[in-house]
């Protein structure tokens, strides 16, 4: 597999970093547009200076079959969120993170974070995966510009929860290989109460029409991995919180029901969920049945399906200070095609 970012100069992809650096002047890297000036120290929604804070960078084997292949994923999970999912898993990072009492500078975090991506790869994982990073885009940029120069050669995954900037997206054209976005939310006033933010679907569904415009559908090599594209992630919530038909139909009429579709039971009542009445169980077998029905009534051509005996789903632990995932995870993803 060969990586988009190789196609380009390594003065062009300096010359994207540089760009995506100037937002953070006047913060509007993700849609909150705080406007506050984070290269000055300050912070808006995120809590975040322009310093890039990466919580764990591990190989990880929980992601999706063409993904994970037999080596998994090098994953780097971003440290802080652009969103305030009350159910969040990775709440410990997202959420409760606290700034570690050091003088970091930009370009050390930079060379560190870069560092990290080239051991993954001499670690032998399939791709480097950034967890969350819609906030943080300009410092992993300037990462991956450094990472290409110590020699990583490996595709790029871009794992978000699609709370993303269309300005920013652009910024990535020709350097991402996977977008792979969850559309969690059809209604506004859904996620303003359980997320904390404005305009969810507004702003996704336009961010996810860019990653499509991009790089198009999931392509497969003849060995089952992925090589580009797009596959959309959707967490069922209790109570159809989630809007699942609509999501579902803006996929498969907006864009294509050629699109991949990963349709995940795994939610569980975590971190503040218990205190919503709507949040405070499992899925049932009947939702995620009723879910898997309608993915099937659109047309979905290829369907990824979460087992719903599966006891923790790969829930993490952030607070282990290691790998926060246990040793013997592995994804309980199948592919079915329709």
Request: charged share 20%; net charge negative; aromatic share 8%.
């Amino acid at each position: 597999m060969s990586a988009r970012y190789l196609a380009l100069s390594q003065s062009e992809l300096n010359f994207r970093a540089d760009q995506a650096y100037e937002i953070y002047r006047e913060c509007r890297v993700c849609p909150h547009a705080c406007g506050v000036d984070r290269t000055q120290g300050k912070t808006g929604f995120c809590g975040q200076t322009d310093i890039l804070r990466v919580s764990s960078s591990v190989r990880h084997f929980g992601e999706e079959p063409p993904l994970v292949g037999t080596k998994g994923v090098g994953n780097l999970f971003i440290t802080a969120c652009n969103m305030r999912c009350d159910y969040c898993q990775n709440y410990q990072i997202s959420q409760l993170w606290e700034e570690p009492p050091s003088t970091i500078e930009l370009e050390r975090s930079c060379q560190n974070t870069a560092q990290q991506m080239v051991r993954l790869q001499e670690e032998g994982v399939h791709f480097i995966g950034w967890v969350s990073p819609s906030h943080v885009v300009p410092g992993l940029l300037k990462s991956l510009s450094l990472a290409r120069e110590m020699g990583l050669r490996i595709p790029i995954i871009y794992n978000t929860n699609g709370y993303d900037a269309l300005s920013t997206l652009k910024l990535l054209d020709g350097v991402v290989d996977i977008y792979l976005p969850d559309l969690k939310y059809a209604h506004s006033a859904t996620a303003k109460d359980v997320s904390h933010i404005n305009e969810y679907p507004e702003f996704s569904r336009q961010a996810v029409l860019e990653m499509y415009r991009q790089v198009g559908p999931l392509l497969l090599g003849e060995d089952g991995m992925a090589q580009q594209g797009l596959l959309v992630r959707h967490l069922l919530l209790p109570e159809n919180l989630a809007g699942t038909w609509e999501t579902l139909c803006f996929i498969a009429l907006e864009m294509s029901p050629s699109v991949p579709l990963s349709l995940m039971s795994q939610y569980r009542p975590v971190h503040k969920a218990m205190s919503h009445f709507s949040l405070n169980r499992e899925i049932s077998r009947e939702e995620y049945e009723g879910a898997i029905n309608m993915a099937r009534e659109l047309g979905f051509e290829n369907l990824y399906l979460q087992s719903m005996e599966a006891e923790v789903h790969n829930l993490p632990d952030f607070s282990n200070g290691g790998n926060p995932f246990p040793l013997d995870c592995t994804h309980n993803l199948e592919n079915v095609q329709t």
